[in-house]
């Protein structure tokens, strides 16, 4: 039985990563009214480069930073913005690569 949900679990986590990567996330998905304020090249938030972005290098890097910011655009909601994550936010808000 403990197998049985195990495999239900997995199945559902592996449909719900495809159905993210199908769709990328729109503005309304963030709900950031400046977006265009945050529009920052991701290895110059990341300074200690593990490839997470945490809420205090984000704070760091953007100083008028709300949370709420950063806890929309961390779509998995693991405490961290990675590359991925950063990219779709700017994809959806259009904002280009800056150095």
């Known amino acids: 039985m403990q197998k049985f949900f195990t495999l239900s679990a997995l199945m ?11 769709s990328p996330p729109t ?38 930073a709300d949370e709420k910011v950063f806890v929309a655009i961390d779509l998995n909601k693991d405490g961290g913005i990675d590359h991925d994550e950063w990219h779709d936010f700017k994809a959806a808000y259009n904002l280009k690569h800056k150095d």
Request: proline share 6%; charged share 20%.
């Open 12 to 22: 559902i986590l592996g449909l719900a990563a495809v159905a993210y990567a199908a």
């Open 27 to 64: 503005q309304a998905a963030y709900n950031i009214p400046d977006a265009k304020s945050y529009n920052a090249h991701f290895g110059n938030m990341d300074p200690d480069k593990d490839g997470k972005v945490t809420w205090q290098e984000f704070k760091a890097h953007f100083p008028k």
